[in-house]
């Protein structure tokens, strides 16, 4: 799937540079302009403060880079194998979402990709202004995001999986989530839990919620690890560290700055769903997670 998707990207990369209109990347950020949705909320397009919001609402495409962390338990050696694994993918796909990005304003002007409601037109927009004997290519665009979609379900789900195993081993989640199949060695219930669960909600649910929710929950984590990293830095100096951030408070400083700028425009209705949810998660902490916490439990 990955090859599949990888390919078709870097097939429109190559077919669709030539045919490029310099002019249609000018201006390369936009007067911002304001749009009153449906619901009362205002949301802004381009100008910087269209691309913060443009970029909080597609973040969810990064959490993959994330994921490959949850699977440092089945890793030979983590700790050359991990920022390798993160920083090298997250390059790699940066340099791709970069030049498909730029071939794709660069063969329609960003006024034709507004108000467009079908996921798969904005691409198929821009190709359609190739020449006749590229029109083939809109018909490999489908495949792509499929395999696109898929791909990232499936990691996100094992990524998903493998965090829950570490808090039921913590005692924070019941010891469903992380029972171990006999024969596959694989936590076949939690897998089919959230199979069931997130199956379901996504076929009876909006799918743009989905991905709001997911992009503001994980900007929320990221903004918290960051922090959480210049506390034990001052708080825990000299707890052994199987990972270390440099140029700390720098780093995590400007992380969770730049985490916390991305979700300072998400649309409010993300924020309330951002509330809802964490307060969800904190009834089940005090609730359950506080009293069965292993960690709590030593003297």
């Known amino acids: 799937m990955v090859t599949v998707k990888v390919a078709i990207v870097l097939l429109v990369v190559c077919i669709g540079w030539p045919y490029m209109n310099p002019a249609n990347h000018s201006p390369m950020i936009p007067a911002r302009v304001s749009e009153v949705l449906a619901n009362g909320h205002t949301i802004y397009h381009f100008g910087w403060q269209g691309v913060l919001t443009g970029a909080g609402l597609i973040f969810f495409a990064y959490i993959g880079f994330d994921a490959v962390s949850t699977a440092a338990q089945e890793a030979k050696n983590p700790q050359r194998d991990l920022p390798i694994g993160i920083l090298g993918s997250l390059f790699i796909c940066t340099i791709l979402y970069i030049l498909f990005s730029w ?5 329609a002007h960003y006024t034709e990709f507004h108000g ?3 996921k798969l037109a904005p691409v198929a927009t821009a190709l359609s202004h190739l020449p006749a004997q590229y ?3 809109q018909q490999l665009i489908v495949p792509a995001i499929l395999c696109g979609f898929s791909s990232v379900i499936m990691v996100l789900l094992m990524g998903q999986s493998r965090v829950f195993i570490t808090m039921s081993h913590d005692g924070l989640l019941p010891k469903l989530f992380s029972d171990i199949h006999p024969t596959r060695h694989t936590p076949w219930k939690s897998n089919a839990l959230f199979a ?3 199956g379901s909600a996504v076929a009876f649910l909006p799918g743009n919620a989905f991905g709001e929710m997911c992009s503001v929950g994980t900007l929320l984590a990221f903004v918290l690890v960051c922090i959480g990293v210049i506390v034990l830095r001052y708080t825990n100096p000299g707890l052994p560290r199987k990972f270390r951030c440099p140029w ?3 780093v995590p400083a400007l992380g969770a700055l730049s985490c ?5 425009f998400l649309p409010k209705d993300t924020w309330w769903r951002l509330l809802i949810w964490m307060a969800v998660g904190l009834t089940i902490y005090f609730t359950y997670s506080r009293r069965h916490s292993k960690l709590g439990k030593q003297p």
């Open 103 to 107: 071939v794709i304003t660069g063969l």
């Open 116 to 118: 467009v409601v079908d």
């Open 135 to 137: 029109h083939w290519l």
């Open 196 to 198: 069931v669960v997130v």
């Open 248 to 250: 700390v408070p720098l």
């Open 260 to 264: 916390l700028l991305m979700m300072a």
